[in-house]
C-alpha cells in the first residue's frame, strides 16, 4: 500500500474534498487550549497545516514515504512513549487501517489529553462494495457506535460525537484511486441514490475523546 499511496500523494495534497471542510474546522476547534498535537496518516498533510496555523506544535506521521511525513510510522505501531502529545488526531484515514482496534488503542496510548477523530461513516453494503471497488486499499468504515466502542476499549471517555453531512465532487473522487472504465461506471450504479448532480453524498463521524 505504501507504493500507492506515495503514487495519489500531490493528488490528496490538491484535493478540494480534504483540503477544507466543517470536519477539518471542528477538528481545529476541539484542539484549542493544546500545545502539541500528532497528525497520525496524515496524508496530504492539512489536519496539520490547520493546527499549526492555529499555533499548535505537530508531528505528522503516516506509513507512505511519499505522503512526506515527519515519521514514518503505521498507525498501529507509533514509535512515541505514552502521552507524548497533547492532541491526537486522524481524519479519513481509520477505514484503511487494518487493524483499527490496535491504531486507536495507539493513539490514546500517546495522547496526554484527548483524541479526536474523523472517518467516513458505515452506510450500507452497497457503499462499502462501491469504497472497496473503487479503492482495494479500503478496509472498512464504522458506525458511530461501533467508533465508540473502539474509544472505550482504548480507556477513552466520549465527550461528544458529530454526524457530518459533507458532499464531494464524485469524479474527483473517482480520479483519485484511479478508478475509470467499467469499475468507475460500477461505482457510480452502487451509489446512484447518493449522488446528486456531481455531488457524492458519503458522511462523516467525529469523535471527541478524552483520557480516562
Given at each position: ?46 489536519v ?45 484515514a ?49 458506525s ?31 480520479r ?37
Amino acid at each position: 500500500m505504501t507504493d500507492v499511496w506515495a503514487a495519489r500523494a500531490d493528488l490528496y495534497r490538491e484535493s478540494e474534498a480534504h483540503r477544507q471542510g466543517p470536519d477539518l474546522d471542528l477538528l481545529v476547534a476541539w484542539a484549542t487550549g493544546a500545545r502539541t498535537a500528532l497528525d497520525v496518516a496524515s496524508g496530504g498533510g492539512h489536519v496539520a497545516r490547520r493546527l499549526r496555523e492555529a499555533g499548535l506544535q505537530v508531528v505528522t506521521v503516516d506509513r507512505s514515504p511519499g505522503m512526506e511525513p515527519d515519521v514514518i510510522a503505521s498507525a498501529d505501531n507509533l514509535p512515541f512513549a505514552e502521552g507524548s502529545f497533547d492532541v491526537v488526531c486522524c481524519r479519513l484515514a481509520g477505514h484503511h487501517f487494518p487493524d483499527l482496534e490496535a491504531a486507536v488503542r495507539e493513539m490514546a496510548r500517546v495522547a496526554r489529553e484527548r483524541v479526536l477523530v474523523v472517518d467516513t461513516v458505515y452506510l450500507d453494503e452497497r457503499t462499502e462494495e462501491a469504497e472497496r471497488i473503487r479503492d482495494p486499499s479500503h478496509v472498512r468504515n464504522r458506525s458511530e457506535e461501533e467508533w465508540r466502542q473502539l474509544f472505550v476499549q482504548a480507556g477513552l471517555v466520549v465527550e461528544e460525537a458529530r454526524r457530518l453531512e459533507q458532499p464531494i465532487e464524485l469524479e474527483p473522487w473517482l480520479r483519485r484511486t484511479g478508478c475509470v472504465g467499467e469499475e468507475a461506471a460500477r461505482v457510480r450504479a452502487l451509489l446512484a441514490d447518493r449522488i446528486e448532480g456531481s455531488l457524492l453524498r458519503l458522511d462523516r463521524v467525529a469523535l471527541r475523546g478524552r483520557k480516562g
